[in-house]
Each structure stands twice: as structure tokens, then as C-alpha cells.
């Protein structure tokens, strides 16, 4: 399962609603791609559509899909938003992560 938190539940209505998406329409698809410092990239956007090899979460009313080999890098993830001044941006808590880079956006496992 893939978790969000509420300020990130937050952070991805506002930006569906400025985009002219509702969130209970669009799905927030989450993913990992090679590369990145540390081997592993994270990946977030918006999708109105799901696969039929996608997996499927629901947390808080937010529609997360994530493809079949990202999954098993993302199990028990949760999805955050921070606003703060150190650091704005959503943030993947990732209890998978043997190693992040500093900037929090790649990971290995």
C-alpha cells in the first residue's frame, strides 16, 4: 500500500483544481525510473487513466496508481508536502530505501 499524508493530500487537490482536474476523477500516478545519484528516481504526476497492469490504492480519497515494477520499490511508501523554507516539494518516505541522496530524490534499495 501507498500512503499520502495530509499536506500532501492537500498540495495534489489544489494542484488538480488549478489544472481543472477533481480529484476524485484523476488519478496520481507514482513510479520509480533508473538513474539519479543514487540508482533510483521517483516519479509523480497526473493521469486520467489507469492500465490494466496498474496497481491500484486509495488513501484519504486520493486515487494512486503505480505500475507493476515500481511497486515493489514502493511498498509501504508514503507520499508527503512540505511547504517549509528548507525544502518545498512533495518527498517519498520510503521504508525500502537502503540510501537516499542528499536532495531526497533518488534512492537505492
Do not use: H
Not at 533510483?40 to 497492469?53: A, H, I, R
Not at 496508481?65 to 511508501?77: A, E, H, M, P, R
Amino acid at each position: 500500500m501507498i500512503k499520502v499524508s495530509d499536506a500532501a493530500k492537500q498540495r495534489l487537490s489544489n494542484l488538480m483544481a488549478e489544472s481543472g482536474s477533481k480529484l476524485e476523477e484523476t488519478y496520481v500516478r507514482v513510479g520509480v525510473s533508473s538513474g539519479g545519484c543514487s540508482g533510483l528516481s521517483y516519479m509523480l504526476d497526473f493521469d486520467g487513466e489507469m492500465k490494466e497492469t496498474d496497481k491500484l490504492f486509495e488513501d484519504q480519497g486520493v486515487k494512486i496508481v503505480v505500475d507493476k515494477k515500481s511497486f515493489l520499490y514502493l511498498i509501504g511508501t508514503t507520499l508527503d508536502f512540505s511547504g517549509g523554507l528548507n525544502g518545498k516539494g512533495f518527498s517519498f518516505n520510503n521504508p525500502n530505501a537502503s540510501r537516499t541522496c542528499g536532495c531526497g530524490e533518488s534512492f537505492a534499495v
